[in-house]
């Protein structure tokens, strides 16, 4: 395989850094990085092994608990499974090498259909020793829709969200499903805010996509910024949700899928004077939250993640993730889907 160096092919990885994938063959992947000044690799870890060299530019590297500072010339090999992540000191240029083969690096030809080719559709059959690709709903609010602090208008792109994070980290054995809508509740429908229950709204959802192999729920946030709505009252909301879930048919040969419940992380502070008066309360029952699922979780036995525990809202409105909150949250949902769905 061969292929000529050019301004297109480059990805999102994170918030400043960029990736292209350069060449690949049966067992090994070469992967350009651009990474911009300021900005952070968070700590992660993968099954391959990575082998690297800086280009030009400067990053002070964490592997394995070991921290060095890395210049143009040096290079470093991961071994699969050991933690590592950098700071971007300078604008910076890196080749990788992974090795086996990352699946989720591979270029996609998004313009291919097999009549556009030229091909007959695959018979019926022809799948049927491939090997069975996993899929996985996301369904939150405006935190899984991707809002940006900064500007409540705009939305973070796909390879920033979670989600996206998600599928990165799982790879293509997984398909991740996107399902996040702002202002989302878990049960409760405003009419100034029409279209927002997720009761309302989920059996549609896994009508759509099924099957579903698991169900990712994070919601409650919304349900707390109501006066009159509790931390124990959200939490059984989304107790409702993992339910439908489980009694639904949208899992494989008509079974319901698993479910994962997420409790958001603590909101606040809220800065301004008149957002504090108006979301009064929303702090300490955000606070109260882990409690609530715990308990939730516990009596219907399904199995739940403390989002708090990895992330944490923006000061910018104390609502929302920031771009480098997401990337934690999509590493950390990754760990625990692979341990679901082992």
Known sequence: ?????????????????????LC????????????????????????HEQTGYLVAGGLRMTIGGETFDVGPGDGWC???GTAHGADVLLDTVAVEVFSPVREDYLPVREDFSPAREGHPPAPAGALA????????????????????????????????????????????????????LGGRTTVIDDPLSPHRSGLELLAPALESHAPLDLV???????????SWVTAPAAADGAGTLAHLVRRSEAGPEGGGPQVL???????????????????????????ALPQEFARVAATAGFPWFDA???VVTSPLDGWHLEAGEHVKLGVALAAEVRRLLA
């Open 261 to 287: 419940l997420v409790c958001p992380p603590p909101v606040g502070p809220f800065g301004r004077d008149e957002d504090a008066a108006l979301w009064e309360g929303a702090e300490e029952k955000s606070r």
């Open 24 to 47: 690949h063959g049966e067992a090994t992947l070469l992967t350009e990085f651009r990474l911009d000044a300021g900005h952070a690799l968070p700590m992660h870890e993968h099954p």
């Open 308 to 310: 708090g525990r990895v």
């Open 1 to 21: 395989m061969f292929r000529r160096s050019g301004p297109e092919g480059y990805e999102p990885a994170a918030p400043g850094i960029r990736r292209k994938t």
């Open 78 to 80: 991961i071994p699969g």
């Open 216 to 226: 990712i729920l994070q919601l409650g946030t919304n349900d707390i910024s109501y």
């Open 129 to 180: 020793g491939a090997p069975a690709i996993r899929s996985v709903l996301c369904f939150g609010d405006s935190n899984t829709w991707g809002t940006d602090p900064a500007d409540a208008a705009r939305r973070f792109p796909w390879g920033v969200r979670w989600p996206s994070v998600l599928q990165r980290e799982l790879g293509a054995g997984t398909h991740v499903v996107e399902e996040g």
